[in-house]
Nanobody, 124 residues
Framework: VQLQASGGGLVQAGGSLRLSCVASGRTLSDCGVGWFRQAPGKEREFVAA?????????LYSDSVKGRFTISRDNAKNTVVLQMNSLKSEDTGTYYC?????????????????WGQGTQVTVSS
């Protein structure tokens, strides 16, 4: 599975961005998908995850709950992360990842496939 993340950019605090994770080589609805982020000098951290289609359970980190929404667009083989009410601490490189297990993970080692990152910068 090849994953391509896009949609990052520069936005003012309080603004919104919509990140997309497009898959090739496999139907993404067969995979659990997660978003992670990494700020300069910090470890990669979990942001949000969605289980395989059919269950579509979601999981969010406490820092983004209520502001970010993860969802699927199966027609486009895409998982979207809608980010609203952005804060400066949301700045970082965002990565999407996928796995084939019937679980939902917040831990990076649970993911088999990773895309390249997309940069999100929130100015205060």
């Amino acid at each position: 599975v090849q994953l391509q993340a896009s949609g990052g950019g520069l936005v003012q605090a309080g603004g919104s961005l919509r990140l997309s994770c497009v898959a090739s080589g496999r139907t993404l609805s067969d995979c659990g998908v997660g978003w992670f982020r990494q700020a300069p000098g910090k470890e990669r951290e979990f942001v949000a995850a969605i289980s395989r289609s059919g269950g579509d359970s979601t999981l969010y980190s406490d820092s983004v709950k209520g502001r970010f929404t993860i969802s699927r667009d199966n027609a486009k083989n895409t998982v979207v992360l809608q980010m609203n009410s952005l804060k400066s601490e949301d700045t970082g490189t965002y990565y999407c990842a996928a796995h084939r297990r019937p679980f939902i993970y917040r831990y990076a080692p649970g993911y088999e496939y990773w895309g390249q990152g997309t940069q999100v910068t929130v100015s205060s």
